[in-house]
Nanobody, 125 residues
């Protein structure tokens, strides 16, 4: 069992930065595929970023819409995954969810096993 708690959301102006945190309990994240997803009002939940340990280090994957602006990282000592969001745009406004999959890298939300409750990110123009 994995429990996930997101934090760090808020209301910011376009161009600002936020760092979201996903604190996990129940299992360590080092052996898990951890992803960030977001869901805007009336929209489907979409993939944002993922991080997984492969070989001697971690590898990351980003949606094209956030590539170059967002960075996913992990602090194993704190069992926490972060999403650093820079150059925020109004279209980034959504509820952001942290999710984990026990095995395997995936960008498909239906293939993730555990989800947090989400944190609201609102970017004003």
């Amino acid at each position: 069992q994995v429990q996930l708690v997101e934090s760090g959301g808020g209301l910011v102006q376009a161009g600002a930065s936020l760092r979201l945190s996903c604190a996990a309990s129940g299992r360590t994240l080092s052996n898990l595929n951890t992803g960030w997803f977001r869901q805007a009002p009336g929209q489907e939940r979409e993939f944002v970023a993922a991080i997984v340990w492969i070989g001697s280090g971690s590898t990351t994957y980003y949606a094209d819409s956030v590539k170059g602006r967002f960075t996913i990282s992990r602090d194993n000592a704190k069992n926490t995954v972060y999403l650093q969001m820079n150059s925020l745009k109004p279209e980034d406004t959504a509820v952001y969810y942290c999710a984990v999959r026990i095995r395997g890298l995936t960008t498909k939300p239906g293939e993730y096993d555990y989800w947090g409750q989400g944190t609201q990110v609102t970017v004003s123009s």
